[in-house]
């Protein structure tokens, strides 16, 4: 600090008054010296970041979570793609599919590959919640012959490679932020990965030819302060309570104009609360697990006037039958070359369970289940994003998808305890 501030303000000045013709000619000499230097400095830099397609940084952007660079590229990776996303039986489907480390995303993948169809994954393994989940949900999807691509849906140069290597026919996008709270922490992480990430996307499959058909994660929660109920696709959805869901609705907007400029065959899924085995930690039926194992008070949320907090919750099969349901239904995109050639499907259905249960209800049944009596703390409902219920009218999916909810509350959670308590007990030997 001392040095700089006795530095002469002006020192180029100072030399030159004093300056004979000779230490002139050798002062231009020194400074074309360091124009040549300053040149190659500046191509080094240039080639170190223009280098290699193969490892794209992901833009600085408003998510802190995703600034992060990923390596993909060469032959040997290529073999692995196509390996991955080879179609096994008569009629399947190419199928790329983002957020496949997630929850929900490993489960329709392994249920895609089950049956034949080609499957290839894409996350960026974010920390939203536990990164270890996510590399054993990768783990038992490699061991199916699904691949996983590390990478940001944001990243145009590595979605445009992957369209080069396989011409998928369909895209089970999935990829996104989730949960309803956390939007007031890291807003900037849903719309990196909501909005920024799902145009991204829908830029590549539209000029890519053919252009794939896509089925998306919309959510329950974009019927924000609805009270009608059940909720049905013709209600207004205008009214979200959390940036979540505003994103969500986005997106729905979104994939209509890509669907009117571009002739891209699009069909959003709303979710209603999916819970099961391999699920997401975030959500309350999975803490609620851990904190009662813990003897950890739990707090349940009631509504103005004791106003029941209810729910209606998913088993992961149904919603997975819901997502192939959409997939086999999806007609082709219409577009070529970038421009819309006809008319393409436009869709937007709700993939609930039709029985809405207060969260109280489902306290009990974990009780049950883990044997352990839960420490409750009735709290009020705050104004952060929850909503106080949620019910789904699903005679439209019935009707095209086939879609039909078999799974009851306490079946499903018998399923998710059983596994819960092998994983952490697994976890928990691997740690000793
Ligand atoms: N689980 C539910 O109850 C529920 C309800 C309604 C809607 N949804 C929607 O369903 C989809 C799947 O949800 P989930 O429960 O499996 O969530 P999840 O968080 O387990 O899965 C999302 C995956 O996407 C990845 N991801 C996030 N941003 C990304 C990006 N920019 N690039 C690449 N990968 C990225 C994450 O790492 C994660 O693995 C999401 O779109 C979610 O909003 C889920």
Redesign the pocket.
Known sequence: MSHIDSAPSTPGKFKMEKATYFNRVRWHTSLAKLAVWSFVFLGAILIFFFRSPASTPVPADL?RR?LRTYNWGGPVWEKRVRASARVRSRNGFAVLV?????????HVSAALKRRGDGVLG?????D??D?SL?RA?QLLLERTGVYIVE?????EALLRKLFEVVPFTHVM???????VRYAMENPG?YV???IA?FVNLLEVCKSVNPQPAIV??????VYGLNTKVPFSERDRTDQPASL?AAT?KAGEEIAHTYNHIYGLSLTG???????GPW??PD?AYFFFTRDILKGKVIPIFEAANHGTVARDF?YIDD?VRGCLGALDTAEKSTGSGGKKRGPAQLRVFNLGNTSPVPVSDLVGILERLLKAKAKRNIMRLPRNGDVQFTHANISYAQRELGYKPTTDLHSGLKKFVRWYLNYYSDVKKADE
């Open positions: 998510s995703s983002t957020g496949a480390a997630g929850f929900v995303g490993t894409i996350d960026n393994f974010n939203y919640y990164p996510k949900r990478g940001d849906i944001n990243d996008h999935l990829a996104a932020q989730a949960g992480s990196h990965s909501n990430g998306w994660a919309s959510s329950s929660s979540y969500k899924l709303r979710f209603f609360t999916v819970y699920g997401r959500m998913t919603i």
